[in-house]
């Protein structure tokens, strides 16, 4: 089964502070992504990564930064946190189109359980 | 560029019902559309997905979505809801300008199952 793992569930933090959210996958999948979910607005994507050192942005990239120095490693920053950031962010990997699990096939994100953070 | 559209935030049905949770798309190529179903405080599960193979897609759950390009929908059904069933529901679908690599998602409908 895919794993993909979040360092934290929950993250309380204050204003101005440097803000680091980790995301680890153990299938050797090649894309990495960052969304925020909130109420209403379903998920929204900041950035993603098709490879090492790679990253592209997404619709909502704004006050946040990207690190992937490793294939199974991909870390979401927050350079000032703001009450605004405030939110759930998930992280998601899936494998390169056309070379995915077979029973799964192309495209399919794995997701993580998510990392609720609180700026206060 | 992809969008997706649910219609209705919050659907509640009983226990042996009829689930139909809809979403429409809009997409100047064949789109790639996903269903997710995301339990209390978990990230979110793939329930099935459509690429462009057979337009009657069967998921996991007992749930399944039909593809109808003339109406740009992908509404996702189930015969008979179950307590289990109670979770949110995403639609997506791939976006182009990611090399379909990322997806769009709509704003998410929430089942209630009525016992």
């Known amino acids: 089964d895919v794993k993909v793992t979040q360092s934290s569930r929950y993250l309380v933090k204050r204003t101005g502070e440097k803000v680091f959210l980790e995301c680890v996958q153990d299938m050797d999948h090649e894309n990495m992504f960052w969304y925020r979910q909130d109420p209403g607005l379903g998920l929204r994507l900041i950035y993603f990564?098709?490879?090492?050192?790679?990253?592209e942005k997404g619709d909502i990239p704004e006050g946040y930064s990207v690190s992937r120095e490793k294939k199974e490693r991909f870390s979401l920053i927050l350079e000032s946190a703001s009450t605004n950031q405030t939110s759930m962010y998930l992280c998601?990997?899936?494998?390169?189109?056309?070379?995915?699990?077979?029973?799964?096939?192309?495209?399919?994100?794995?997701f993580g359980p998510g990392t609720r953070l609180t700026v206060l | 560029a992809q969008s997706v559209t649910q219609l209705g935030s919050h659907v509640s049905v009983s226990e042996g019902a009829l689930v139909l949770l809809r979403c429409n798309y809009s997409?100047?190529?064949?789109?790639?559309l996903f269903w997710y179903v995301q339990y209390p405080n978990q990230g979110l599960q793939l329930l099935l997905k459509?690429?462009?193979?057979?337009?009657l897609v069967k998921g996991i759950n007992g749930f399944e979505a039909e593809f109808k390009k003339s109406e740009t929908s992908f509404h996702l059904t189930k015969p008979s809801a179950h307590m289990s069933d109670a979770a949110e529901y995403f639609c997506?679908?791939?976006?182009?300008?990611?090399?379909?690599?990322?997806?769009?998602f709509g704003s998410g409908t929430r089942l209630q199952v009525q016992p």
């Open positions: 459509y690429t462009s193979a057979a337009t």
């Open positions: 997409s100047s190529v064949p789109p790639y």
């Open positions: 997506a679908v791939s976006r182009m300008d990611t090399g379909r690599r990322a997806l769009t």
């Open positions: 990564s098709y490879d090492v050192k790679m990253k």
């Open positions: 998601a990997s899936s494998s390169t189109s056309g070379q995915g699990q077979s029973n799964t096939g192309a495209d399919t994100q794995y």
